[in-house]
């Protein structure tokens, strides 16, 4: 089983930033990938972007490319989510996920972690 936590979320106003961050612990598996995907009221939840733990190959949803940044520390088992330049659109529970393959559908993913609100205002 894999556990997964995620923290640094709040209130920002637009234009701001944020780092979320998301702990990994329990079952270690091999190529696994490590994603962050939001959920907006009364909307499905969306792919925000992903990074392969070995590789570290990274990809952006066009939403955020340019203004969000994807990174691991593989000594702490943990990913972050570095967000600029945050918009009103931006609002959501963010949620940090693991799966063995690079989707991009977040249903695809096995192990999700329980939500940080992130909110950020005109």
């Known amino acids: 089983q894999v556990q997964l936590v995620e923290s640094g979320g709040g209130l920002v106003q637009a234009g701001g930033s944020l780092r979320l961050s998301c702990a990994k612990s329990g079952r270690t598996f091999s190529n696994y990938v490590m994603a962050w995907s939001r959920q907006a009221p009364g909307k499905e939840r969306e792919f925000v972007a992903h990074i392969a733990w070995s590789s570290g190959s990274i990809y952006y949803a066009d939403s955020v490319k340019g203004r969000f940044t994807i990174s691991r520390d593989n000594a702490k088992n943990t990913v972050y989510l570095q967000m600029n330049s945050l918009k009103p659109e931006d609002t959501a529970v963010y949620f940090c996920?693991?799966?063995?393959?690079?989707?991009?559908?977040?249903?695809?993913?096995?192990?999700w972690g329980q939500g940080t609100q992130v909110t950020v205002s005109s």
């Open positions: 996920a693991a799966g063995s393959a690079a989707y991009i559908l977040p249903r695809n993913y096995d192990y």
